[in-house]
T-cell receptor, first 114, second 114 residues
Framework: DADVTQTPRNRITKTGKRIMLECSQTKGHDRMYWYRQDPGLGLRLIYYSFDVKDINKGEISDGYSVSRQAQAKFSLSLESAIPNQTALYFC?????????????FGPGTRLTVL | DQQVKQNSPSLSVQEGRISILNCDYTNSMFDYFLWYKKYPAEGPTFLISISSIKDKNEDGRFTVFLNKSAKHLSLHIVPSQPGDSAVYFCAASKGSGNTGKLIFGQGTTLQVKP
């Protein structure tokens, strides 16, 4: 079984809709991250969480919110989706006590906003 | 402002030859660098890393070289194999690689031809 899972894997939605992307991990890691990948821009950090009570904005947090429901679960929400949020979204985890900054990624969620 | 740049969007090499992927950075505070590999429909996976106290790190067919004065790193794959065909991302961080905040380059698509 995959250590980092993301649901859904694909989602098509309409402008203005609220949508939630979910991430779960069985690695026991403290830290979790949300990135988006756009062609020609690489991966950009949206939000990150170093433990359940620690949530931080990343490089491009506008239009997004997150919830760390438990050590193993980290959700990303788009309150009112817009077309330029169409992208590939990745969740990742890392271990504070492990190999420095090595992050483990989920398989991604392809989101299309019409 | 792109702090980590991979200026070659794509690279094509013959099986058995050397692949050299390049990455430049602008922030002199970066002190830990990583390479990730990504296959289609999968998340990125960690490949190799290097601390700024070193100028070379080797792991099997993969070697990363760091030139701090030029703010440049490169990934060498020798010999290249068709299974190496993927998108390669370089990433950088500050704080000796334990900040959890990675800055990614745009990615280079490597194609290894049989």
């Amino acid at each position: 079984d995959a250590d980092v899972t993301q649901t859904p894997r694909n989602r098509i939605t309409k402008t203005g809709k609220r949508i939630m992307l979910e991430c779960s991990q069985t690695k026991g890691h403290d830290r979790m991250y949300w990135y988006r990948q756009d062609p020609g821009l690489g991966l950009r950090l949206i939000y990150y969480s170093f433990d359940v009570k620690d949530i931080n904005k990343g490089e491009i947090s506008d239009g997004y919110s997150v919830s760390r429901q438990a050590q193993a679960k980290f959700s990303l929400s788009l309150e009112s989706a817009i077309p330029n949020q169409t992208a590939l979204y990745f969740c990742a985890t890392s271990d504070r006590g492990g190999i420095a900054d090595t992050q483990y990624f989920g398989p991604g969620t392809r989101l299309t906003v019409l | 402002d792109q702090q980590v740049k991979q200026n070659s969007p794509s690279l094509s090499v013959q099986e058995g030859r050397i692949s050299i992927l390049n990455c430049d950075y602008t922030n002199s505070m970066f002190d830990y660098f990583l390479w990730y590999k990504k296959y289609p429909a999968e998340g990125p996976t960690f490949l190799i890393s290097i601390s700024s106290i070193k100028d070379k790190n080797e792991d099997g067919r993969f070697t990363v070289f760091l030139n701090k004065s030029a703010k440049h790193l490169s990934l060498h794959i020798v010999p290249s194999q068709p299974g190496d065909s993927a998108v390669y991302f370089c990433a950088a961080s500050k704080g000796s690689g334990n900040t959890g905040k990675l800055i990614f380059g745009q990615g280079t698509t490597l194609q290894v031809k049989p």
